[in-house]
């Protein structure tokens, strides 16, 4: 990019309202010193700054762009994986408690495993099984809800299902 810094500082004086100028004399002189800052190379290369600018701006917007795609890719392929587990267990006689599904949801990474050695808030359900904890977190693909509540296991009273 280049500088344009004095025709910048002529047109930002020259553009001024005319009740700023003392008398005439200096609105004139600062139209014509615009006039001479202006020339075909100083517009051509203001074009061409532009133009440099709205392509790197296109071509980091497309890079943003590409790695949110693939981040979606990744996370339908995750739930399409989890769904299709539990579809397929269903045809095969099986039955889910809440431990078995998270238990699928943490291979797929829907939940994530977190020890615990104290309370995570006010509504920490650990707090009724005993320290340390392992509880089942949400992972973004999932989002974070305010007021979910903690959930015993039957198969171990130390953990706790629950997302702060």
Known sequence: MSDNSDLKAAATYAAQDATKFADEDEESRA?????????????????????????????????????????????????????????????DGGSFDGGDIQDIAVKHGLLRIEQREDECGEGCACREYGFPAECYRKTPILGTGPKEIATPSTDNENVSRHEI
């Open 31 to 91: 139209i014509q010193n615009f006039h001479l800052e202006v020339s075909p190379e100083a517009v051509l290369t203001l074009f061409a700054d532009l133009e440099e600018s709205r392509n790197g701006m296109k071509h980091s917007c497309a890079i943003r762009l590409k790695k949110r795609v693939e981040q979606l890719e990744t996370e339908r392929d995750q739930l399409k994986a989890f769904a299709v587990e539990m579809i397929n267990a269903s045809f």
